[in-house]
């Protein structure tokens, strides 16, 4: 199976900057993920794509952070402003829809300091 | 909505021994179960996954789980760990074929393989 990319695979900000991740999916997996995961705890859901529409951000902190998959393919997730508790591993991950499993990229970790 | 329970946060084992790293869930509908694998700084790997049929799942590298409906659990297995299974385990449910990507994990198990 290809690989979902992401990058990048390691960020450092300041807190109160802008950062921004970015995923590529397998080529034809329409459904696209974000999940969180805080070291020490199992990934958490953030957004749901189906295509380019939004299917669940329920889990999404909506008054610092946004995402985007303008052409239903790569997706854009971006923190503005960073805090400190943001500090966490970043993962993307993608299935051909959504009755199939997904597949996960090799995550971005962010340090925010 | 739908939780999962990883029963053993460390698990340390020597090298060539069974090991079996538990999971329970809780969910009002019917699911999809999943193990992976996650080693230093990696995204995720699929271990294996039931989604349905045999309640006896087989996947890559020797791991096997056993999906027990009656008593929520989906627990892992391999009869013989190397050193290169060290890594974190997670349990994840997804509530069945309309969301079979959208998990809820557990906490993650920490397997050490010791020489």
């Known amino acids: 199976e290809a690989e979902v990319a992401q990058s990048p695979r390691y960020k450092i900000t300041e807190k109160s900057q802008a950062v921004a991740f970015w995923c590529d999916p397998i080529s034809g997996h329409a459904t696209l993920y974000w999940y969180r995961q805080i070291l020490g705890q199992g990934p958490e859901l953030l957004v749901q794509f189906q295509d380019e529409s939004v299917v669940d951000d329920s889990q999404l902190p909506k008054d610092r952070f946004s995402a985007e998959r303008l052409k239903g393919v790569d997706s854009t997730l971006k923190i503005q402003p960073a805090e400190l508790g943001d500090s966490a591993m970043y993962l993307c991950?993608?299935?051909?829809?959504?009755?199939?499993?997904?597949?996960f990229g090799q995550g971005t970790r962010l340090t925010v300091v | 909505a739908q939780s999962v329970t990883q029963l053993d946060s460390q698990v340390p084992v020597f090298e060539e021994a069974p090991v079996e790293l538990r999971c329970n869930y809780s969910s009002s509908v019917s699911v999809y179960l999943f193990w992976y694998v996650q080693y230093p700084n990696q995204g995720l790997q699929l271990l294996l996954k039931?989604?349905?049929?045999?309640?006896l799942v087989k996947g890559i590298n020797g791991f096997e789980a056993e999906f027990n409906k009656s008593q929520t659990s989906f627990h892992l297995r391999k009869p013989s760990v190397h050193i290169s299974d060290t890594a974190e385990y997670f349990c994840a449910v997804s509530e069945g074929e309309a969301n079979a990507g959208k998990s809820t994990f557990g906490d993650g198990t920490t397997l050490t393989v010791k020489p």
């Open positions: 991950a993608a299935a051909r829809g959504r009755d199939t499993e997904a597949f």
């Open positions: 039931y989604l349905s049929g045999s309640t």
